[in-house]
């Protein structure tokens, strides 16, 4: 007797990122993030990206655990496009459909550890693994909650470079939330950091 399906139930949640709306749904969807800034890249990893990208309004999609963070072309207003979009990714999860290839986190941090060749030796190896130790256990759970996502660049005489991703990207309100929360923060756990800069992801 086959096992009963639990009927998927989603639902929008805002986040600070006026463009970019939080779809999260009752299904682990992919653990990791898995953040789609074009759709050439959309193509060759994930099915569900792709699909969204086809809608003439996404602008980006963001996947990671149980949500799904769509941005929109400025153009368009949410009232016109969040029903069609909660229906299509509802359908979507229902239908088992593919979300992300196997392969991409392993794809993805070999980009990454090549950006990030010149390696970190001595006093600067100890600050940069306590720096994304930091980030990692009290900045990307709370940008997680608003659908974005935040990474570790680089660090250089005293300034950290961060990467901003999903709603996070363009937000109006991450900048405060760099500048006032983050580097804060960073700078009273290691002195040695001076300031806190971002790129868009």
């Known amino acids: 007797m086959e096992a009963v399906k639990s009927p998927v139930m989603l639902y929008t949640e805002q986040t600070p990122n006026p463009e970019s709306l939080k779809f999260v749904t009752n299904k682990m969807l992919y653990r990791g993030t898995a953040d789609f800034k074009e759709e050439s890249l959309a193509s060759v990893w994930s099915e569900l990206a792709t699909a969204l990208y086809a809608f003439p309004y996404v602008k980006g999609v963001y996947i990671c655990n149980n949500f799904v963070t769509v941005t929109k072309e400025f153009t368009y207003a949410w009232d016109d496009i969040m029903l069609q979009l909660k229906e299509f990714i509802k359908s979507y999860v229902s239908d088992d459909r593919s979300i992300i290839k196997d392969g991409f986190d392993e794809a993805m941090a070999e980009i990454e550890s090549k950006a990030s060749e010149h390696m970190y030796?001595?006093?600067?190896?100890?600050?940069?693994?306590?720096?994304?130790?930091?980030?990692?256990?009290?900045?990307?759970?709370a940008v997680e909650m608003d659908g974005g996502n935040i990474e570790f660049k680089s660090y250089e005489n005293g300034i950290v470079t961060v990467v901003l991703q999903g709603s996070c990207s363009g937000c109006p309100s991450s900048t405060v939330t760099l500048k006032s929360g983050i580097e804060g923060m960073l700078k009273r756990m290691v002195p040695e950091v001076k300031e806190v800069v971002s790129e868009m992801g």
Do not use: H, R
């Not at 030796?121 to 759970?141: A, C, F, N, Q, S």
């Open 121 to 141: 030796t001595g006093e600067d190896g100890e600050l940069v693994k306590k720096i994304k130790d930091l980030i990692d256990t009290y900045v990307k759970p």
